[in-house]
């Protein structure tokens, strides 16, 4: 049991000037009845709170670090990046260099742009898409979450979820008119509205695997199914693999599903613990930004030194030999004998290579209505039991834990013990 006096202080005074005292609602940690970690410092799987407790970190910035924290290399090559200028607005060398090491890896984008965030990466595809196609439509699927721009923020998965908001205040209804949501993993209902619908439908975007309701993988079935009635009916399908691209595969879950989409986002891992994201597709489509095109889109920052930096540094070394062959090993040994902990306890573990969830639910968790009736006041105690363990699950039932290459098999042993102890 580790005391977070100073934290509670911390979060007090936080609370007295920044909204809820955090810049993004999920870390408020109010879903799971208590208040946050300030962290002082993070290396490899742990982080340090100013109390100084020490933390095996789940949540690892949402995925960013997969290499684990304040890995050495990424950390010189931002520094040494920092000390020849942080923005020009002007072209640097680095923004080619990382694009192609992004094609590279995901030979699906023929074309790419970086942009800061996750948000104006799914933002700006679904803009292209509307001005390739000339419609209006797009799809998104129940329980999924790709960021917080207007037209994206119904049914949402991620802290809009645990909001419990369909939707969010302040968004008019006028600007949603055009975002048609269809239940995930429903081959049926997808297959009926393109068939009614298809050529009005300007975009599809889904997760690949859902990870904003939790970890929620989708049949072989209903993936290849988003690809079918795109390509039948002239939509862009847009992959947005904002968690799930250098994640799942040094390119991502359309590699590992061998399923080519139109588009593709990336984002988290793609800028190395800054603030980097990219959006890119087929080179036609690509080819209506401006100054080619017609769609405008832009960005002070965007294509930032210092993240590009920190972005190839962090590609390079996931594109050596062996590094998803260590990481699928290691996650399948420790995600089976949780498998077996867990057996006739009411849990379901839903995961994906690295990633995965512990629903508090006796059935299956296939889409977000399943993932809805999730006992969130058991996860509750499960988090703050884990916590006071010193391990940082992610502080969600709706969201995705995240194993990096310095979660060994012996810390991994750790946490195993201590969820069976939790859970009892
Ligand atoms: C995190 C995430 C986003 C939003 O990215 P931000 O950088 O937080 O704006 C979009 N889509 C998916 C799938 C995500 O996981």
């Known amino acids: 049991m580790n005391e977070r006096i100073k934290s509670a202080a911390a979060f007090e005074e936080a609370k007295q000037i920044i909204p809820g005292g955090v810049n993004s609602p999920v870390r408020a940690l109010k879903s799971v009845g208590t208040t946050p970690l300030f962290v002082r410092d993070a290396k490899g799987p742990y982080i340090y709170d100013i109390d100084d407790n020490k933390f095996i970190d789940f949540c690892m910035s949402w995925g960013v670090f997969i290499l684990g924290h304040n890995n050495d290399k990424v950390s010189k090559a931002a520094s040494d990046a920092i000390f020849h200028g942080s923005s020009f607005g002007i072209p640097t060398l680095a923004e080619t260099t990382l694009a192609e090491k992004v094609r590279e890896s995901f030979p699906s984008m023929e074309r790419l742009r970086f942009v800061n965030s996750g948000t104006e990466a799914t933002m700006s595809a679904i803009r292209v898409a509307r001005g390739f196609t000339g419609r209006d439509i797009l799809v998104k699927f129940e329980g999924c979450y790709h960021g917080h721009a207007d037209h994206l923020l119904v049914s949402a998965g991620s802290a809009v979820a645990k909001l419990n908001n369909a ?221 006071d363990r010193g391990i940082y699950v992610s502080p969600s039932q709706f969201e995705g834990n995240f194993i990096s290459l310095c979660h060994t098999d012996e810390i991994l042993d750790y946490v195993l013990k201590s969820i069976e102890e939790s859970i009892e």
């Open 167 to 387: 939707s969010s205040a302040g968004v008019p209804a006028g600007f949603t008119q055009y975002t048609v949501v269809l239940p995930y993993n429903d081959t049926e209902a997808l297959e009926k509205y393109f068939a009614g619908n298809g050529d009005k439908v300007a975009a599809l975007i889904i997760e690949p695997v859902a990870c904003n309701m939790g970890v929620v993988p989708p049949t072989h079935e209903f993936i290849e199914a988003t690809r079918k009635v795109t390509q039948e009916h002239g939509a862009i399908l847009i992959f947005d693999e904002v968690i799930t691209g250098f994640r799942l595969s040094y390119g991502g879950a359309q590699k590992r599903f061998g399923i080519t989409p139109d588009m593709t986002t990336v984002g988290k891992i793609v800028g190395g613990g800054f603030p980097a994201a990219a959006f890119g597709g087929r080179a036609d489509i690509m080819s209506v930004l401006a100054p080619e095109g017609p769609v405008y889109q832009a960005g002070t920052l965007s294509g930032n030194p210092v993240a590009m930096a920190a972005g190839y540094e962090t590609l390079k070394q996931l594109g050596e030999p062996g590094v998803y062959e260590l990481l699928e090993e290691r996650s399948n040994r420790f995600l089976s004998r949780l498998e077996k902990i867990v057996e006739g306890k009411g849990i379901q573990v839903n995961h994906v290579g690295t990633m995965f969830t512990m629903f508090f639910n006796d059935q299956p968790v296939r889409n977000f209505q399943d993932t809805k009736k999730s006992d969130q006041e058991r996860f509750a105690r499960y988090f703050r039991n884990m916590l």
